[in-house]
């Protein structure tokens, strides 16, 4: 119920308009987001990456329904590209990963735009792989809800015929991402595994927790048998704990852990300490009070954070 509260409230632009008020705001918003700008983020970043981090970058953009705004994204994705550059926080750590790279929601750079949708956001996507590799870093194309699976795989395809180092995301909650995991477990081929974050009919999704956690170790021991480069994103200690165990059973170094900004700081910083790659997953810009509250409504336990926040100075 509260999960449906907090989704309604990220809806209402009254609600919207009282928090983003709020001057309290600022505090909470700083744990959870990047910063509202281009400057912020390459800031945050540097603070990560001199704790010993890897950063993933999102613009937050996920509202696109015209043209003109998708074009905006691609923009800001090329500026804070080019600033991360020049800011020397792109070196390669191997040949499919960098220091900082971005990752990209296709829905912001036109895929639900129409019929043109999915060549819309495959040149887009193709200008920020462009960008990316110019910068020496790379992409990452996030996965959105279910409907939009095999459209983004398949403009993952496409670019990767470019851009091989281009990552994917695979959501342990499909019934079908097993198979998938399967198709892009080759070499070369960076894969990142979550829970998956969207509400989904039980046709497509186990709905279950302890069937979700079951198809991600599923899922995790194929990318690591596999070939390529899998990236552990989750917050949960128990699949952490078997991604270690996993990565010493098959003796590779080449897979990494990737976190939210904000969210378990402290063991992100563990696992770094103990030799671990840890990428963290900042995102960044105005459009952060829909991020906010969907990370709210993921874990209710947020809410006391956000409410005391919201009632002290
Ligand atoms: P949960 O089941 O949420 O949590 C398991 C346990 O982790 C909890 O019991 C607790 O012990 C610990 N924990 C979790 N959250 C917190 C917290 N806030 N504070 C303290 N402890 C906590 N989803 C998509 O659908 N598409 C994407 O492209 C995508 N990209 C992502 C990228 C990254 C780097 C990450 C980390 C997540 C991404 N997600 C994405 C979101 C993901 O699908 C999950 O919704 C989200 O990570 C929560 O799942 P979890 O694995 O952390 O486990």
Not at 61 to 79: M, N, P, W
Request: glycine residues 8%; contains cysteine.
């Amino acid at each position: 119920m509260l999960r449906t509260a907090i989704l309604a409230a990220s809806r209402s632009a009254r609600v919207q308009r009282l928090v983003t008020a709020a001057p309290v705001s600022r505090g909470v918003v700083n744990r959870f987001v990047g910063g509202a700008d281009t400057d912020a983020a390459v800031a945050a970043t540097r603070e990560l990456v001199h704790a010993g981090l890897t950063v993933t970058l999102d613009h937050l953009g996920e509202d696109t329904t015209d043209r003109r705004q998708a074009v905006a994204v691609v923009s800001a994705y090329r500026q804070l590209l080019g600033r991360l550059a020049d800011a020397g926080l792109t070196a390669r750590l191997g040949p499919l990963t960098a220091t900082a790279e971005v990752s990209v929601k296709l829905s912001a750079i036109g895929q639900a735009l129409g019929t043109d949708g999915d060549k819309l956001a495959l040149e887009h996507a193709r200008e920020i792989c462009q960008a990316a590799r110019a910068a020496g870093a790379t992409v990452t194309l996030d996965m959105e809800d279910h409907t939009t699976t095999d459209s983004t795989l398949g403009i993952l395809r496409e670019l990767r015929a470019d851009f091989p180092d281009t990552g994917a995301v695979l959501q342990a909650y499909l019934r079908r991402t097993e198979g998938d995991c399967r198709d892009l477990a080759t070499a070369g081929s960076r894969v990142r595994l979550c829970k998956g974050a969207y509400r989904e009919p039980a046709s497509v999704a186990y709905t279950k927790r302890l069937d979700v956690d079951l198809s991600y170790v599923r899922c995790l021991n194929v990318l690591m048998a596999g070939e390529g480069y899998p990236m552990l994103a989750t917050h949960d200690p128990r699949l952490i704990e078997i991604g270690a165990e996993r990565a010493k059973f098959y003796a590779t170094e080449a897979f990494e852990f990737q976190m939210l900004y904000g969210v378990r700081p402290d063991e992100q910083r563990r696992l770094a300490e103990n030799g671990n790659t840890v990428r963290v997953y900042v995102p960044y810009g105005a459009q952060w009070y829909g991020y906010l509250m969907r990370r709210l409504a993921e874990r209710p336990a947020n809410v006391e954070f956000f409410a005391r926040a919201l009632t002290s100075r």
